[in-house]
């Protein structure tokens, strides 16, 4: 029983990087309607800053998370602005094969400035694990900090959309954007906050991920982004509470998976419920159903 | 005579709210008929129920003797019904010719294999196919265009050759959405030609939905209004046209 | 009809060009082999030239005439791979002719991978644009998580499976095929470039005529325009379901094409992973969507660029990306696209208002 709920705590946990990260996926998809392929490097963009900062500057913790936030939400927007903005135009594949160069060249440029040689992340929670139920059950700290932080980002993205101006722009622009332009809302603007927002989550989600598997490189973000992606879908594209549950419910699939089946197969497992929950729910678990006009 | 097509209470609601609502109508070989009503009506909701796009919750429709309720779209084709649509719906990145060739599809056949390793029987169809969809585009005066992509050909010639393209399919009944939508006199001048010429040259019945007046009164033997998803009143086109409860939906109060 | 057989000979004419290109290439290359003129890294790339020309096509084949993105395309190259391997190691010493175990290899590995296409496609074809490029990467990936997890072998009783080691596999005897991770080694190398060549031809003959026919017309008229295609009475799954297993089948033979040109074959997310699936993808879409000619050119272009670029090692791959991203800005952007129009009006060439080349 122990052992099923630390494998469970630590799917919850390793569930909490995903949805913080689809949550930036699923945002993009909503409000500029593209699948931003790079979206996973910019979390090993996150992970390189903070080790950086903690290790060769010598930043305390909080100061290195903060710049480390600033660095990937600057990269975010200028990333969007550079390469995304001109084909807003253009058919979603042409942006698609964009995000996959820009995919590309943050993986090259890591590996040019770190080389492929794994770094060890040393981790950003200061916290000592938790020992529970006499000694019995042992949490660590990342466990913990990685569920609280992700169910306080959900609970303060949904209270933005809902209850702020900046928030709701963004819903116009992700229900149609040629009426919130008429309506006077800043498209630009909005579209920019939004990879801001994404971009500085993908940056907590890295941090995270390193700080509970310790291990870096330049291809560290490839397929946690990957999984978020397919997070973000198996909650439906577009959806923040979707990102969430798809998030979690992969984290807990994958975890447990690892621990009762196969450690080898638990991607293929993953994978399959992906698909099987798509084949009930063609638009994922929260996704809308659009009705075409005939 | 039998109806070629004959609808018994045709429904559907979408989550509680009856789109349409017990829907009759008969229509004879060769008429020409109409279907008006102000906008929200439910006319095109007719057509698609009619066309398999939407399945009914209620009622029955039976074309030449054949009930056809509840098929899918292909298979309604097959049984002799084509449309055109509300907005144009032709296959954008194919050429004119290419666009009535796909409309000849399950009249001229031949396997996927005749096709990779281009038999004779391959040749003989497509020489077919090239013929009949060149005959069908003289009608309409768009043989000229042929080689044209579709999407960029004219917007009256686009209308036009959605309709050539649904005659392609050798169909009994012809459902035309709002042909008129968007021309001027001129063009509703031409069109409704055009309209006579399909029911007299290819002996076609023909059910359309139409907001212009002048066409309406101008072609159709017979009407059916719809108002709120359900008929108010069915009859030759005059009758109708100057019921006053007809007038009063259209106009208001 | 005139225009109509002018437009039949125009196609026509396109095709054998694509034809002529792959041969006139093949004539050149093997001229410079003989006379010594080819350095070994040029020699080494001409089966994977081959190989991702023809995975280029077969991705094209769904992308660009179905209209559906598949991001898992190495899945169906990992089937064709293992399957047709499987059969070679089988064959390996009896007393089947080499070229008629090859054949056969070919065959095995298309069929296997057209099965798979054909099981996959069913429930697959019905999802939306995005939602289909996400499950088709995911089949990719359990393909080749499956196969990296896989033990085959043969004994006197026969075939023997397992997905956790050679142990569970509970021979007597006999040959492990296939090890896990480790894959499977000693496939006869089978492969090379005259084969490549002509199995590029056969899938350019197969992609380019069945796209020249009624059937076809059906998969484009189905991707222009879905629900008017259903109107004029064309059975969707049909036909999407045709397109992508053919595709599956072609991009299967490329498998088998890869399987036989190594000694070592493994399940690894770099030849079967969906970063192979996304390099062929960006081969179809820079070479133009539904340009199949195209594809073939792009897939040669990009897998000798990294290989030119070696001089500069360490930055080759960082310049490709740049090359990428610019490329798809130069060629998508509406603003770059205005630039382009200067260009050309400057260069006086007569624009085809009319009828564009899909």
Known sequence: ?294 | ?253 | MDKVNAEKHKIFRGNLITFGMVIAAYIVVEIMMKTGNITSLLKGLLVPLCIYSILAVSLNLVVGISGELSLGHAGFMCVGAFTSATWSMLMKSTSMPEGVRFFIAILIGAVSAAFFGFLIGIPVLRLKGDYLAIVTLAFGEIIKNLVNALYFGVDAKGPHFSLEDSMHLNMEGGTIIIKGAQGITGAPKNSNFTIGVILLLIALFIVLNLINSRTGRAIMAIRDNRIAAESVGLNVTKYKLLAFTVSAAIAGVGGVLYAHNLSSLQALPKNFGYNQSIMILVFVVMGGIGNIRGSVIAAVVLTLLPELLRGLSDYRMLIYAVVLIFMMLFTSAPAFMQYRERIMSALNRKKEVRKEKV
Not at chain 1, 234 to 244: E, H, N, Q, R, T
Not at chain 2, 115 to 130: L, S
Request: proline share 3%.
């Open chain 2, 1 to 253: 005579m039998a109806a070629l097509l004959k609808v018994d209470s045709l429904g559907i609601s979408f989550g509680g709210l009856k789109a349409v609502d017990k829907f009759n109508v008969e229509i004879e070989k060769n008429e020409l008929y109409g279907l008006i009503g102000p906008n929200g009506a439910g006319k095109t909701t007719v057509f698609n129920l009619l066309t398999g796009v939407y399945k009914p919750t209620n009622g029955q429709i039976i074309l030449d003797g054949d009930n056809i309720t509840g098929l899918d779209c292909e298979a309604i084709n097959k049984k002799g019904i084509a449309r055109t649509f509300q907005n144009i719906r032709l296959f954008s990145q194919l050429s004119v010719l290419d666009n009535v060739k796909v409309g000849l599809h399950n009249n001229h056949t031949y396997s996927t294999l005749d096709g990779i390793f281009r038999t004779p029987r391959f040749r003989n169809v497509e020489k077919k196919m090239d013929q009949r969809a060149l005959e069908l585009l003289k009608v309409f005066e768009l043989d000229g265009y042929c080689d044209y992509k579709a999407s960029n050909l004219p917007y009256g010639q686009q209308r036009k050759l959605e309709i050539a393209r649904a005659l392609a399919t050798e169909p009994k009944l012809l459902l035309l959405d709002e042909p008129a939508a968007g021309m001027n006199p001129n063009e509703t001048e031409e069109l409704m030609n055009t309209i006579r010429l399909v029911r007299d040259k290819f002996d076609m019945t023909i059910l359309l939905i139409e907001h212009d007046m002048k066409l309406v009164s101008g072609i159709c033997d017979r009407l059916t209004v719809l108002n709120f998803g359900q008929v108010l009143k069915q009859g030759l086109t005059q009758d109708v046209l100057h019921d006053p409860e007809v007038i009063k939906a259209y106009l208001g109060d």
């Open chain 1, 1 to 294: 029983m122990m052992s099923f709920i630390t494998y469970l705590l630590n799917g919850l946990s390793l569930g909490s990087v995903y949805a913080i990260i689809a949550l930036g996926y699923t945002m993009v998809y909503g409000i500029a309607k593209m699948l931003n392929f790079a979206h996973g490097d910019i979390l090993m963009v996150g992970g390189y800053t903070a080790f950086i900062a903690l290790n060769t500057i010598g930043l305390p913790i909080p100061v290195a998370v903060l710049v480390s936030m600033a660095v990937c939400t600057l990269l975010g927007i200028t990333i969007e602005k550079v390469a995304y903005k001109p084909l807003r135009q253009a058919n979603s594949l042409s942006v698609l094969i964009t995000a996959i160069g820009v995919s590309y060249l943050l993986q090259n440029l890591a590996q040019l400035i770190f080389t492929a040689n794994p770094k060890s992340f040393s981790s950003f929670v200061p916290l000592k694990p938790v020992k529970l139920a006499g000694g019995q059950l042992t949490i660590s700290g990342e466990t913990i900090v990685t569920i609280v932080t992700c169910t306080i980002i959900v609970t303060g993205l949904v209270t933005f959309i809902n209850k702020t101006k900046a928030g709701q722009a963004m819903l116009a622009v992700s229900e149609d954007k040629g009426a919130a332009t008429l309506m006077g809302v800043d498209v630009n603007g909005t579209i920019s906050m939004t990879f801001a927002i994404g971009s500085a989550l993908a940056a907590i989600g890295g941090i995270l991920l390193c700080s509970a598997y310790p291990t870096l490189t330049p291809t560290t973000g490839a397929m946690p982004g990957i999984k978020a992606f397919v997070a973000a879908v198996l909650g439906g594209i577009g959806s923040i509470p979707g990102a969430f549950i798809g998030g979690i419910i992969l984290g807990v699939l994958e975890n447990l998976a690892k621990a009762y089946i196969s450690s080898k197969l638990s991607d293929a497992i993953v994978f399959s419920v992906l698909i099987i929950v798509l084949l009930v729910k063609p638009t994922g678990i929260l996704g809308k159903k659009i009705m075409e006009k005939v």
